[in-house]
């Protein structure tokens, strides 16, 4: 099984909202690739790299603002799992939240909160996960780590009043 995982932007734009994320899968030491795409604007180019993409990636994310179809029309040319993050522009991300999560039964998007992308990255792990089990204690330790946080900050909060 491939173990990379492609990021796809809509926009440089959306770079900021994505970069996260990204240092999400370089801590946990995942191959990725990104991307800058746009569903109707490189429409052609992008149905190509989604077509193409199963010959070497495992999981593709793809963030996308406004009207957000990128997540959607690859997921049309894909059965990879795709998980879309919604990013907040117009609308407060609303627009681009439905947008991704609506999709047509058939043409699943796994859908993260806006601006979710350290969550996209975290449930691409998971899944390449499923097949390995070195990344899958990475990912137990992650969530250990972060209850020993929330655990010694209500220690220091109780400490402290």
Known sequence: MNKKVAVIMGSASDLDKVRSGIQVLKDLGIEYSV???SAHRTTDETIDFARKA???YAVIICAAGKAAHLAGIVAAQT???VIGIPISSSLSGMDAL????QMPSGIPVAT???DGSKNAALLSAQILALNDKELSQKLKQLRIDSKNAILKANSN?????
Request: aromatic letters at 0%.
């Open 157 to 161: 909060l109780t400490d402290s009043l």
């Open 35 to 37: 991307h800058i795409l």
């Open 112 to 114: 993260v909160a806006i």
């Open 98 to 101: 439905l947008a991704t999560v």
């Open 79 to 81: 059965v990879l799992p």
């Open 54 to 56: 199963e010959n070497e």
